[in-house]
């Protein structure tokens, strides 16, 4: 289940607010145990400023989620899992994670503005990055921020006009898919 590790992972850097804003219905027992397992988790990861939750690979379920965000909002990607086994037969994944901190600007923002909402998203990442710098989960064989990772301005006018920063790194564990 490594997209709901990934999810999960992520969730403890949005408030609480925003998980109930993504939770819309259930669908039975093993959605409300999983749920009820990412709302217990620990507040010590919380980032006030993210208001808004937004995980996945569906272009069209993004946009339509992010036209209803008016805040700072957490976006996680992911694409291409690469699988490699070494001379010991051991199976090395790597998964491809695009971590967004971005919010939606008025088209007729000023430059200024703009650098603001940019420098805010920018903390909030960075925030992001040093909670995962150390992130090793033993119990599943997963590195969470294995080195390098790339930061690049985030400027999507089809999406709300957001504006914000994008982390790219793979994810490496051992056999997690």
Known sequence: MILYNVFKYFSRFVSHEALDRFFLASTGTEYD???DEVESLPDDRRIGQITDFIFGVDTAAVKQKISQVTGCYL???YSQITSSIDRLDVKTDAFHIAVTVAKPHPNDEDQFANMIGMDGCLECMSKIQRSMRHGIDRD???VWLPYPATV???VAKDLS???G???EFDIK???IV
């Open 152 to 154: 690049t301005p985030f």
């Open 161 to 163: 006009n957001s504006f």
């Open 75 to 77: 976006f996680i990607d």
């Open 173 to 175: 564990g051992i056999d």
């Open 140 to 142: 599943i064989h997963l």
């Open 33 to 35: 145990e999983l749920r």
């Open 165 to 167: 920063w994008t982390m």
